[in-house]
Structures are given as C-alpha cells and as structure tokens.
C-alpha cells in the first residue's frame, strides 16, 4: 500500500481540514501551544513542577500568546480525582 503525504495528512484528522487557526499559520504559536499542552500533560501525570510552572508569569504569557484563557490553565495544575 502506498502512502503520500495528503493522504497520511487527510486520513489523520479529516474533521479538521480546511480549518486553519492562528497557532496553524505562526510557527511560534505553535511552539506555545506545544509547551502548554506538555506543561498539562506532565502536570496531569503528577509532575509537581510541572503543575507549577503552570501557574507562572510565563504560562500566563504563553497562552495569552496563543489565545487560551489563563483561568483555563490554571485548572490544567490542579490535581484531577481519578
């Protein structure tokens, strides 16, 4: 079975196609976006330095760059029940 890019591309996330966001078109968005999402991710998994970092000045920053709602990543450090 051969394997292109456009198909690899469509068949990864078909329901996004054709929608393009500020964090798709800037690379540094982007870049943002991925440090917040690791930063929740390791916060979720119980990194205490992680959850931390979070609530800093650069966080805040951060997602202000990308649009996110600083109230919204300060629950990404609370801990979750499970």
């Known amino acids: 079975m051969e394997t292109n890019a456009r198909t690899y591309s469509a068949s990864r996330r078909p329901d ?4 393009i966001s500020a964090a798709n078109r800037d690379p540094y968005s982007r870049l943002a976006a991925a ?3 690791q930063a929740a991710k390791e916060a979720r998994a119980g990194d205490q330095d992680a959850a931390i970092w979070l609530l800093s000045e650069q966080a805040e920053f951060l997602a202000g760059a990308v649009g996110l709602s600083w109230t919204h990543v300060q629950k ?3 801990p979750r029940a499970r």
């Not at 996004?16 to 929608?19: A, N, P, Q, T, W």
């Open 76 to 78: 990404w450090a609370r």
């Open 35 to 37: 440090i917040l999402g």
């Open 16 to 19: 996004d196609r054709g929608k």
